[in-house]
């Protein structure tokens, strides 16, 4: 069998979402090729028009059918969607690129950060996992130290956008701080309490061990990505009242000595990592300006002295949780697989070498 052709017919699960509308965005800005650009979301939505780059389309509910002739489908509708539809649409020949934690830890589904594992693509049997936006945006820093210095031990501390939750917790952000300028109570519904003017250390729901859900998710995911089963990961998470790009306070414990100097050589050299760091011109990474840009940022580099022997780190990073934290890395997973004629489950891929294989 060969390799499909281009341009390829896209389905965009979840299109009226915030996830969902950026994927199309960032589709359109990158010029990814598609012929047929189908969007889905639930019947609520379904018949409504969305335009994307400049041409209006019509949202189709997502049913199984729907994936048929479908060669690619980026979902980001929830796990439950996902749980429902992604092997639906897999049966039909579709790639799907999961954006739920829905099949992130199964054994055998990829889970990738396009700079970090991207050939663990190349065994991809029609579903591919897309990380949680917290363990995105890590990933690409602790691999420079994983080849570097070394990993031993990784704490994260997490200060987490609204967004996050989805376009229903903004607009209850957004409420609050009107609510507060008005002098009148703040109503919350998305969250258990008041994320106006607060800061909420339950992200998901809270699991047998006292972790939240989403802390595990750090733990877990980061192991998987970096191929580093019995990574020492610990994570506490907190939704803050910030719109977009998460930000995270990390503690690294190395097996090597390393300096910041060096640290910070080896974060500039990982695509996609954006080093500011100068403290005394009060640069660091900030979450209003990491909003908008497909870039990890990292600075306040600086030497952890509770660790002894110089193999202590402490930084902070920043990164658009909707952009490089979803919808971007989306797209880049979609991109290493055109290139690499890998759209295709690998047990539909002719060898290489065979005529008609581009594999
Ligand atoms: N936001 C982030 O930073 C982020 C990062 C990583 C992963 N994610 C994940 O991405 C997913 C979506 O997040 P979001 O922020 O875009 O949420 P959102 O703004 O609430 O949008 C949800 C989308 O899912 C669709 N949907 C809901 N139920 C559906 C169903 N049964 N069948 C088909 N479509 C359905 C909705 O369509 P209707 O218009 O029809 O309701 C809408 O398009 C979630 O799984 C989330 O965990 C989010």
Redesign the pocket.
């Known amino acids: 069998m060969s390799e499909i052709r281009q341009p390829l017919t896209v389905a965009v699960?979840?299109?009226?979402?915030?996830?969902?509308?950026?994927m199309l965005q960032i589709l359109t800005e990158r010029e990814f090729p598609i012929g047929d650009l189908r969007p889905?979301?639930?019947?609520?939505?379904?018949g409504s028009t969305i335009t994307v780059g400049g041409r209006a389309h019509t949202?189709i509910?997502?049913t199984p059918d729907a994936f048929e002739g479908v060669d690619l489908a980026l979902f980001?509708?929830?796990?439950?969607?996902?749980k429902?539809?992604a092997p639906e649409a897999a049966a039909r020949g579709c790639t799907v690129i999961d954006?739920?934690?829905a099949w992130r830890m199964e054994p055998g589904i990829p889970l990738v950060v396009s700079q970090v594992n991207p050939d663990d693509l190349e065994a991809h049997e029609g579903i591919i996992a897309?990380p949680?936006?917290s363990t995105?945006q890590l990933v690409p820093v602790l691999m420079a130290l994983r080849d570097g210095p070394g990993l031993e031990r990784v704490i994260v501390d997490t200060y987490q956008?609204v967004?996050?939750?989805?376009?229903?917790a903004v607009r209850e952000l957004e409420g609050q701080i009107r609510a507060h300028a008005a002098g009148e109570p703040k109503e919350a519904a998305v969250y258990p309490h008041p994320i106006g003017f607060n800061a909420l250390p339950e992200i998901d729901v809270f699991l047998d061990n006292g972790y939240t859900k989403e802390e595990w998710k750090v733990v877990t995911e980061s192991r998987k990505i970096l191929h580093l089963p019995d990574l020492r990961v610990s994570c506490t998470a907190v939704r803050v009242p910030v719109l977009t790009s998460h930000s995270e306070a990390v503690h690294v414990e190395t097996r090597d000595p390393v300096t910041p100097a060096r640290a910070r050589e080896l974060f500039a050299r990982v695509p996609g990592v954006v080093v500011e760091d100068d403290p005394a011109a009060h640069l660091y990474p900030l979450a209003t300006r990491a909003a908008g840009t497909d870039e990890v940022y990292v600075g306040r580099v600086r030497t952890d002295p509770s660790v002894p022997g110089d193999r202590g780190l402490a930084f902070w990073v920043v990164s658009d949780?909707?952009r490089k934290?979803?919808a971007t890395n989306a797209v880049q997973i979609a991109e290493v697989l055109v290139e690499r004629g890998w759209v295709r489950r690998a047990s539909e891929r002719a060898p290489v070498g065979v005529a008609g294989g581009s594999a």
């Open positions: 699960v979840g299109a009226t979402g915030l996830v969902g509308r950026t889905m979301a639930s019947a609520r939505s379904a949202v509910e997502a980001s509708a929830g796990g439950a969607t996902s429902a539809l954006n739920s934690s897309n949680n936006c995105m956008a967004s996050g939750t989805g376009a229903k949780n909707l934290g979803a």
